[in-house]
């Protein structure tokens, strides 16, 4: 699956879907798009309107209540990225509850990455047919 095919996919068609399966390629080239929204959308609320989204120069957090407009993406993104890790969890076999690994500090987050870069299952699996890569 190409970069913006993965886009259309777990935007467009399957955006709160958490049924069936997801390719490597489907959940990387998405959370790569998600991560470049996210920055440049940042990046461009900050410079607009002259307020770090983050935190400010002083490194001291502000609030500000334009740098609210930073999370909208981010928002927006929630549910396709909850649902595309869910999916990807499915392909190896996986339930997508395995993603609760990432409030278990550091090494759940280690433990999903493992998961996700993990080959899926050769041919069907209890959560359906193998991915279309």
């Not at 940042?42 to 001291?60: E, H, K, L, P």
């Not at 996986?94 to 899926?120: D, Q, T």
């Amino acid at each position: 699956m190409q970069f913006l095919e993965s886009i259309q996919t777990c935007v467009v068609k399957k955006y709160a879907d958490f049924n069936g399966r997801a390719s490597r390629s489907e959940f990387w080239w998405f959370w790569l798009a998600t991560i470049i929204v996210n920055y440049a959308w940042s990046f461009i609320i900050s410079w607009i309107t002259g307020a770090s989204v983050m935190m400010g120069m002083d490194g001291q957090f502000h609030f500000n209540a334009l740098s609210l407009l930073g999370y909208i993406p981010a928002f927006a993104l929630l549910l396709p990225s909850l649902a595309v890790s869910a999916r990807r969890l499915h392909d190896i076999g996986k339930s997508g509850w395995w993603y609760l690994l990432a409030f278990v500090c550091c090494i759940g987050g280690l433990v999903l990455i493992y998961f996700w870069a993990k080959e899926g299952d050769k041919g069907s699996n209890e959560y359906g047919p193998a991915p279309q890569d």
